[in-house]
């Protein structure tokens, strides 16, 4: 069956260092891979899109690769910042529709001042 | 602008009884979706809607109906409420598939006893 795979422990970093959260997938062959920021009590918030066929993408700090050959997307947040703490979320979605949207349970991350 | 909105925010409901979610997006959008979190499981797409009047199955639809008579609106029903129903319910709205961000809603909190 499709699985998403997020580290599932909370991962504390200091102000200022890059953040670096994976999701690894199996049993799937995406079209587009999505990442979300979730702050508790709260609904996910849209940060960053990629395609299949893209490698890299960026936006100010964040910075999202994907590896179809690895079946791994790596999430960076450059130069964090403690109001980057949050819980950050990967989704896969396969082409034509969402009928194979499958999202990840999340990765808590805390940045210590 | 408000964007996606949810009520009620939170409900309890006892075993068996029946209630209706509603969610509303003013962007225009065609696709909608309801989702569901629990601890540890992630996001599940429950039911999901590429445009007025349809409506298609998601990954956990059992026990829940849908319908979209308006673009706009996109209502989650619950017929005969279960405890396994008991999560945190999130509408969610875009303009096209997997290509496109989803924007979602505050969420809603029910509680089956």
């Known amino acids: 069956s499709q699985k998403i795979e997020q580290n599932s422990e909370a991962l504390n970093i200091q102000e200022g260092k890059t953040a670096t959260l994976t999701c690894n997938y199996t049993?799937?062959?995406?079209?587009?891979l999505q990442w979300y920021r979730q702050d508790p009590g709260r609904g996910p918030v849209f940060l960053l899109l990629?395609?299949?066929?893209?490698k890299e993408k960026r936006k100010e700090r964040l910075k999202v690769t994907f590896d179809t050959t690895l079946k791994q997307s790596l999430f960076h947040i450059t130069a964090s910042q403690p109001a980057d703490s949050a819980t950050y979320l990967c989704?896969?979605?396969?082409?034509?529709?969402?009928?194979?949207?499958?999202f990840g349970t999340g990765t808590k991350l805390q940045v210590i001042p | 602008n408000a964007g996606v909105t949810q009520t009620p925010k939170f409900r309890v409901l006892k075993t068996g009884q029946s209630m209706t979610l509603l969610c509303a997006q003013d962007?225009?959008?065609?696709?909608m979706y309801w989702y569901r979190q629990d601890p540890g499981m992630g996001l599940r797409l429950i039911h999901y809607?590429?445009?007025?009047?349809?409506?298609a199955k998601g990954e956990v639809p059992d026990g829940y109906n849908v319908s979209r008579l308006k673009k706009q609106n996109f209502l989650l029903g619950l017929e005969s409420a279960a405890p396994s129903q008991t999560s945190v319910y999130f509408c969610?709205?875009?303009?096209?598939?997997?290509?496109?961000?989803?924007?979602f809603g505050p969420g809603t909190r029910l509680t089956v006893t």
């Open positions: 969610a709205s875009s303009l096209g598939g997997g290509g496109y961000e989803q924007y």
């Open positions: 049993n799937y062959s995406p079209a587009y």
């Open positions: 990629i395609r299949e066929n893209e």
């Open positions: 989704a896969l979605f396969g082409d034509g529709g969402y009928q194979k949207v499958t």
């Open positions: 962007m225009n959008h065609e696709y």
């Open positions: 809607s590429v445009g007025e009047g349809t409506t």
